[in-house]
């Protein structure tokens, strides 16, 4: 039985991903779950399956080396997926060094222990070992709003904390790569959406303040430019990238998706009075009305565009998801989960959601 160890499999991504690897493989794998459980790690993503005999759940830091080299030391790893980050543009531009933190020395604990584990006298590795780590489009910078493309080939140029502390982490896995030749692939992808992610994304944030009749916040003039990919596409894109990509590649991502923020928001309007019942009270709620613009983000980059070429060419993987199709199942999802969404924007978030959007 293959062991992976997925570092932030209560995030987002990591808890799709999980469930797509339960759904394919099933009893033919095991899966240890690493997550500090911060704010966007929720335990509740992963209900269904924390009583899984094949499913080991282990609140850890990424940065607490002891813990890690303990849970290498006491499993036979064949598989890291490394999730784990701090992800959101806004929150690392009121705090930088804990995106530093998260996402560099992080980073560079995972390799060192995976190497510790995985090295063998000679300076090869153990037969079938292999480090996954997944990244972002955001460690390129910014596109023309009239054309091109990210590729692999693209020099790195990083405008917010975030994502200069991606480019960090994204660089600490070359240098591994090019010097001690550790078996380990990255992936940049897109922006994600679909089920379990956490509201102070764009796509949840507007559905979930539509259906209440909030203010929609829209930085600048909306006409930013995101390509955009269903979670669940992005999860089997990781799971071939490990299992047919070359070692030591980087695989692009991307959902030929691209869209400007203000055309999403109208998108997931006109779907949730497509999706709501005549006799639904929030139906009225949803109207163009609560489209709010408010004062742009720091450094907000134009657009972002990735060119899956490589991943289609080498390995087969392309997205499946229509965009329209995508929302209808997203919004779905969180038609079939409003005490999920309760749960996860009370408290903190928003004490945030206030500090973020309420003073501009």
Same mark, same amino acid.
């Given at each position: 039985?293959?062991?992976?160890?997925?570092?932030?499999?209560?995030?987002?991504?990591?808890?799709?991903?999980?469930?797509?690897?339960?759904?394919?493989?099933?009893?033919?794998?095991?899966?240890?779950?690493?997550?500090?459980?911060?704010? !966007?790690?929720?335990?509740?993503?992963?209900?269904?399956?924390?009583?899984?005999?094949?499913?080991?759940? *282990?609140?850890?830091?990424?940065?607490?080396?002891?813990?890690?080299?303990?849970?290498?030391?006491?499993?036979?790893? @064949?598989?890291?997926?490394?999730?784990?980050?701090?992800?959101?543009?806004?929150?690392?531009?009121?705090?930088?060094? *804990?995106?530093?933190?998260?996402?560099?020395?992080?980073?560079?604990?995972?390799?060192?222990?995976?190497?510790? !584990?995985?090295?063998?006298?000679?300076?090869?590795?153990?037969?079938?070992?292999?480090? +996954?780590?997944?990244?972002?489009?955001?460690?390129?910078?910014? $596109?023309?709003?009239?054309?091109?493309?990210?590729?692999?080939?693209?020099?790195?140029?990083?405008?917010?904390?975030?994502?200069?502390?991606?480019?960090?982490?994204?660089?600490?896995?070359?240098?591994?790569?090019?010097?001690?030749?550790?078996?380990?692939?990255?992936?940049?992808?897109?922006?994600?959406?679909?089920?379990?992610?956490?509201?102070?994304?764009?796509?949840?944030?507007?559905?979930?303040?539509?259906?209440?009749?909030?203010?929609?916040?829209?930085?600048?003039?909306?006409?930013?430019?995101?390509?955009?990919?269903?979670?669940?596409?992005?999860?089997?894109?990781?799971?071939?990238?490990?299992?047919?990509?070359?070692?030591?590649?980087?695989?692009?991502?991307?959902?030929?998706?691209?869209?400007?923020?203000?055309?999403?928001?109208?998108?997931?309007?006109?779907? $949730?009075?497509?999706?709501?019942?005549?006799? @639904?009270?929030?139906?009225? +709620?949803?109207? @163009?009305?609560?489209?709010?613009?408010?004062?742009?983000?720091?450094?907000?980059?134009?657009?972002?565009?990735?060119?899956?070429?490589?991943?289609?060419?080498?390995?087969?993987?392309?997205?499946?998801?229509?965009?329209?199709?995508? *929302?209808?199942?997203?919004?779905?999802?969180?038609?079939?989960?409003?005490?999920?969404?309760?749960?996860?924007?009370?408290?903190?978030?928003?004490?945030?959601?206030?500090?973020?959007?309420?003073?501009?």
């Amino acid at each position: 039985m293959r062991t992976y160890l997925v570092t932030g499999g209560a995030g987002f991504i990591g808890s799709n991903y999980i469930h797509y690897m339960f759904k394919k493989y099933d009893k033919e794998i095991r899966i240890i779950n690493v997550d500090a459980l911060t704010y !966007a790690g929720n335990p509740e993503n992963l209900k269904s399956i924390e009583n899984r005999d094949n499913y080991t759940f *282990i609140k850890a830091d990424i940065c607490d080396k002891e813990t890690i080299s303990r849970i290498f030391a006491e499993n036979d790893i @064949d598989r890291v997926v490394h999730f784990a980050a701090e992800s959101h543009v806004d929150r690392s531009i009121k705090n930088p060094e *804990i995106f530093v933190r998260t996402n560099v020395l992080g980073t560079a604990v995972m390799l060192n222990c995976a190497q510790a !584990a995985w090295e063998l006298p000679d300076g090869t590795y153990k037969k079938d070992k292999k480090f +996954l780590h997944v990244s972002t489009d955001e460690v390129y910078g910014s $596109l023309e709003e009239d054309g091109g493309y990210f590729y692999e080939t693209t020099p790195y140029a990083p405008h917010s904390p975030y994502s200069a502390s991606k480019a960090g982490s994204d660089m600490l896995v070359r240098s591994f790569m090019d010097t001690y030749h550790f078996p380990a692939n990255i992936t940049n992808c897109s922006n994600n959406y679909g089920p379990y992610q956490f509201p102070e994304k764009l796509i949840p944030l507007i559905i979930n303040n539509a259906l209440q009749g909030k203010k929609l916040p829209v930085y600048g003039d909306g006409k930013n430019v995101r390509d955009w990919l269903y979670v669940e596409d992005h999860a089997k894109a990781i799971d071939m990238v490990q299992e047919k990509g070359r070692l030591f590649e980087t695989y692009n991502v991307g959902g030929h998706n691209e869209k400007q923020n203000i055309e999403i928001i109208h998108i997931i309007l006109d779907t $949730l009075r497509e999706m709501l019942s005549d006799d @639904d009270p929030r139906k009225a +709620l949803v109207t @163009d009305d609560l489209i709010t613009y408010v004062e742009d983000r720091k450094g907000h980059d134009r657009r972002y565009a990735i060119a899956p070429d490589k991943i289609r060419a080498e390995i087969g993987w392309e997205p499946e998801t229509m965009f329209k199709e995508g *929302i209808k199942r997203t919004i779905q999802w969180y038609f079939e989960h409003e005490d999920w969404m309760r749960n996860v924007t009370s408290g903190e978030y928003q004490k945030y959601y206030e500090e973020n959007y309420g003073k501009r």
